[in-house]
């Protein structure tokens, strides 16, 4: 049977019984097919409707438990207490016979007097559920045309970079030493740029690495899991102050850490000032002697 | 009977040569309908479709992108140029191999390059400051997915494929580091190495693994260059990969904001 959700049954019935004079629970039993269809005089059944003593019901709940004239109602009731509301309309609507479905009101048109023009010739057959076919999962969004409105920007930038790299190569000679020796170690000796940050970390705590490098180690971790750590949903930055000021925090030590190892450091990992004592960091040997 | 003059004939001969080119077979074998370059092309809203749909292009980019993503101030065009100095440095690395062996013979080679081999000085240079520029444009990429909160839901696991290629591309840089094998390089190797030595519980095993004994040798410049020129590009291509893909399948770019 058709799965008609309760409270467009409970609407059907009311429109039913406005229409024909008679009480909600009488209108709906009808629709149950557990009563014969009400023959509309000039006299509704106005004693019926004092002697059924639940009120018009709002919610589906006490429709279940309405004693109507049907014998069956009481499994519903005990139905009714686990299931939704959803299943009591089916267990309702499922125990109906199919044979004892009423005529269609068409059939007695001419006893319909009190007001002619109105036939009452509907009844509720079925219910599409409200869900429609075709679900937006989305807002609609402003879009554009890849091509040309990403593209060209694209190729632009692309095209402005390789113009970028190719110029600063022909203007910077990338730097080479003499040839390795293993027996000659360089004073200081420094790792490449995006490193020097965590060798300048190290050089403080030198004695407890462990204690440095656990952090880092865990630190990598942890920026990893990022997201799953940050569960604020919010993506402008009013409101989000503590994760941009995280971050911001994160860059600058690690800015200033970098800076610091790259020009501050000299022999010895002593502290140097770039502009009285020169600067050790061979990478950018030609930009030194570019001057 | 119009007459035309020789000019306006060599003209029309060109243009009709020039559409029966473009019309022809081999032209529409090879650019697929909705190309700019095949014959016939009209700009409407479905050849702009076709550009991207009909093309390897889609696999990168869908057709159409959110307005607010087109503008130059939202990405700065940071992922994109990550992934455009991967292709130069793919490119000029495999010019550089025909230049190189990594043996003892490295550093000759490298002078080589910049003294006897034509463009082999800029190439090697473009090389060099392009990685730099790559783990720069890289980290500045996390940056700005960060300040925009764009790692969030449903972009978690993008974030960490993204941190991955970080690592990946700081990884390729530093085993680069070595390949010239001078001073500066195994010197500079030697002090990261070393810092990996400092790894709690695998110290040590990390740093024999890295250098492939207990400090930088040939055998170490063997090994580098092996991850350096394959191990480690093919680990990324595959995370860049998911990467974009990821993008995609997450709804495009985020924001706005």
């Known amino acids: 049977m058709v799965d008609i959700p309760e409270h467009l049954l409970q609407r059907s019935a009311e429109a039913r019984a406005k229409a024909l004079g ?115 999962a989305s807002e609609p969004v402003d879009k554009v045309n890849t091509w040309p409105h990403l593209m060209l920007p694209e190729f632009v930038s692309l095209m402005a970079m390789t113009a970028f790299l190719i110029l600063l190569s022909a203007i910077l000679q990338a730097p080479l030493l003499e040839e390795a020796n293993p027996n000659v ?17 190290l050089s403080y705590w030198d004695p407890q690495i462990a204690g440095v490098m656990i952090p880092l180690v865990l630190g990598i971790a942890v920026w990893m899991a990022f997201p799953y750590i940050d569960r604020n949903p919010e993506t402008h930055p009013s409101k989000r102050k503590f994760a941009i000021m995280f971050y911001t925090f994160f860059l600058a030590g690690a800015g200033v850490l970098t800076i610091i190892g790259v020009l501050f450091r000299g022999p010895g990992w002593n502290w140097t000032y770039p502009w009285i004592d020169g600067i050790w960091f061979d990478d950018l040997l030609d930009w030194i002697h570019f001057e | 009977m119009q007459k035309l003059s020789l000019r306006d004939r060599i003209k029309e001969a060109r243009v009709t040569a020039g559409d029966s080119f473009r019309g022809g077979k081999l032209m529409s074998s090879i650019f697929r309908p909705g190309s700019p370059f095949r014959k016939g092309y009209v700009d409407s809203p479905r050849n702009r479709s076709y550009v991207v749909m009909n093309n390897v292009l889609y696999h990168l980019h869908p057709v159409k992108v959110k307005r607010h993503g087109v503008r130059l101030s939202y990405t700065l065009c940071l992922g994109g140029l990550s992934f455009f100095l991967f292709i130069v440095l793919t490119i000029t690395g495999i010019w550089l191999m025909f230049y190189f062996r990594p043996t003892e013979l490295a550093y ?134 998911v990467h974009f893909w990821r993008v995609r399948k997450d709804g495009g770019i985020s924001g706005p904001l």
Request: aromatic share 10%; no cysteine.
């Open chain 1, 185 to 201: 170690t360089p004073n200081p000796a420094k790792a490449p740029w995006y490193f020097l940050g965590l060798q300048e970390l």
């Open chain 1, 22 to 136: 008679i009480s909600i629970e009488q209108a709906l039993a009808e629709m149950k097919g557990e009563s014969d269809p009400t023959v509309v005089s000039k006299e509704p059944e106005v004693k019926i409707i004092e002697e059924t003593p639940a009120p018009a019901a709002e919610t589906p709940a006490p429709l279940a438990e309405t004693p109507a004239p049907a014998a069956e109602v009481t499994p519903v009731k005990e139905e009714h207490a686990a299931e939704t509301t959803e299943k009591v309309a089916e267990v309702a609507i499922e125990k109906k016979p199919a044979a004892k479905a009423p005529a269609p009101k068409a059939d007695t048109p001419d006893e319909v007097d009190f007001a002619p023009e109105v036939k009452v010739t509907q009844r509720l057959l079925t219910v599409v559920k409200a869900k429609p076919i075709q679900k937006a």
């Open chain 2, 108 to 241: 000759v080679d490298i002078q080589a390059l910049q003294t006897d081999i034509a463009f082999g000085s800029l190439v090697r240079n473009m090389h060099r400051w392009g990685a730099h520029l790559m783990v720069l444009v890289v980290f500045l990429h996390m940056s700005r997915v960060f300040y925009h909160g764009a790692y969030k839901a449903p972009r978690e696991f993008n974030w960490v494929i993204g941190v991955i290629l970080l690592l990946l591309t700081l990884l390729l840089s530093f085993t680069g580091y070595l390949l010239p094998w001078d001073q500066l390089a195994i010197w500079a190797v030697t002090v990261g190495g070393n810092m990996a030595g400092y790894t709690p519980v695998i110290g040590a095993q990390a740093k024999f693994g890295l250098f492939a004994g207990l400090e930088a040798t040939t055998a170490t410049l063997l090994r580098f260059y092996v991850l350096h020129v394959l191990f480690l590009p093919f680990i990324i291509v595959i995370f860049m990969a």
